[in-house]
């Protein structure tokens, strides 16, 4: 699969970071940083097509009940979650890196406790019933200013919730695995770019992710850039927003 490299990005420090800046501070002023929501932003593209690099967007903590990981706030001697619940199988959630909760990753929950879960031959099994995919076509990825071909398909979970996925190819490792069995009080999580993604498929990296490191459900986008030109180049700014995707809905 061919890939070409794009025009470098802009640097931490440019101009994207100052409007990130911005942002954060505008919504402490007003006080949506609170028990309710939390604003995130996406550095990586293992949740293409549905979330891109440069999407800003607000998690809803309340979605699975409370943690010592969405509460504002620390409790003494606080653990697990204050009138907890699942999450349903498609849900895109940010959750605590389980080796590293300094660390936050989104992906889409596709296991629930006691699931089966295993890809074979690319293609995702629940319960031993497969998650049927129809194809849409071809998909330019852009993943941080490498641009990649992928496929791309629309997935139905069982609980008919359809989502799209890319994918580049359908052999290797993790497009065949062993059957893994989400414990009690686990979730198992996946990137929708399936062949770039760092999730449960890895057990000696994400693996299952406990329920209490849930910080909430993402519910919708508030902002959205690709930051393909140097920050100095201002007359390109107002072309780098991605108009049509500020508060677009996820789901």
Known sequence: MATTKA??????????????????????AIGVRTVAFEPFNIPSGSMIPTLLVGDYLFVAKYSYGYSMYSLPFSLP??????????PKRGDVVVFKYPRDTSIDYIKRIVGLPGDHIQVREGQLYINGVLCPRQPEGD?????????????????TLPNGVKHEILKERDDGWVNNTQEYVV????????????????DSRFMDGVGFVPVENLVGKAEILFFSIDAEYPWYEFWEWPFEIRWTRILKPLH
């Open 77 to 86: 001697l606080f653990s697990g979650r204050i009138f907890g619940s699942l």
């Open 183 to 198: 414990p009690p009080d686990h979730v198992f999580a996946m990137g929708d770019n399936r062949d770039n993604s760092a």
């Open 7 to 28: 025009k470098p990005r802009r640097q931490a420090n440019g101009w994207v970071e100052n409007i990130k800046t911005i942002v954060y501070a505008g919504l402490i």
């Open 139 to 155: 998909y330019l990825a852009d993943d941080d200013g490498i641009k990649m071909m992928r496929k791309l398909y629309q997935e």
